[in-house]
């Protein structure tokens, strides 16, 4: 696609139910990142994948968080047991190559809301 | 630690005047600096980016930002605002040349723009 596809684009999760959301990156982009954001704020990072490692998992909030990308392409950002404080808008973003001065497109995000 | 800050939460112009935006960072070494716009539903659109060399610099829309290294400031500007601006706005620190790939973003400035 021409950009970056996140679905769903709206959860409602009862607390304690595990979700997923997925994240179609642009074709060949290497790096892909995750972020969270909450109401208000601005995004926090997640974690980051350089085509299909998983380079840096420092911003995942608890060991519910689990994100993969198998295959380097499609990722998957996973939250086992969700809690009311998990309720954000979950932004995905990808850039072409693994530099770090390489614009980053984003996604519209997923907002999940925990009921 | 690195952070971001933006000391304004919103800002109202009217259309045809002119903006700016405040953003302050702290970090150790020279960082990779951006704005980010954002419409309400929508991820994430690149603004500008600052890596090296001139301190002002263009991007798109009409925007403009300093990197002022003795003030830690990229503000942002535009000198006439449009009722199409109206949107959040958030200003984020790259991890730079140090390693890492962690972007830091502030909380962000809701633009109002009246008639």
């Known amino acids: 696609g021409a950009g970056v596809s996140q679905s769903p684009r709206y959860k409602v999760a009862k607390r304690g139910q595990d979700v997923a959301l997925r994240c179609d990156p642009i074709s060949g982009h290497v790096s892909l990142f995750w972020y969270q954001q909450a109401l208000g704020q601005g995004p926090e990072f997640l974690t980051y994948?350089?085509?299909?490692?998983?380079?840096?998992k420092s911003g995942l909030p608890s060991d519910r968080f689990f994100a993969e990308r198998p295959e380097g392409s499609v990722s998957t950002l996973k939250i086992q047991r969700t809690q009311q404080e998990d309720s954000a808008v979950y932004l995905c973003?990808?850039?072409?190559?693994?530099?770090?001065?390489?614009?980053?497109?984003f996604g519209q995000g997923t907002r999940l809301t925990v009921v | 630690a690195q952070s971001v800050t933006q000391p304004d939460i919103h800002i109202t112009v009217s259309e045809g005047a002119s903006l700016e935006l405040r953003c302050n960072y702290s970090?150790?070494?020279?960082?990779?600096l951006f704005w980010y716009v954002q419409s309400p539903g929508q991820g994430l659109q690149l603004l500008l980016k600052y890596f090296s060399g001139d301190t002002l610099v263009q991007g798109i829309k009409g925007f403009e930002a300093e990197f002022k290294r003795s003030q830690s400031s990229f503000n942002l500007r535009k000198p006439s605002v449009h009722w199409s601006d109206a949107a959040e706005y958030f200003c984020a620190v790259g991890p730079g040349n140090t390693g890492g790939f962690k972007t830091i973003f502030g909380a962000g400035t809701r633009l109002f723009v009246k008639a």
């Open positions: 973003a990808s850039s072409l190559v693994g530099q770090r001065n390489t614009e980053a497109f």
């Open positions: 970090y150790g070494a020279t960082p990779y």
């Open positions: 994948f350089q085509n299909e490692a998983q380079l840096d």
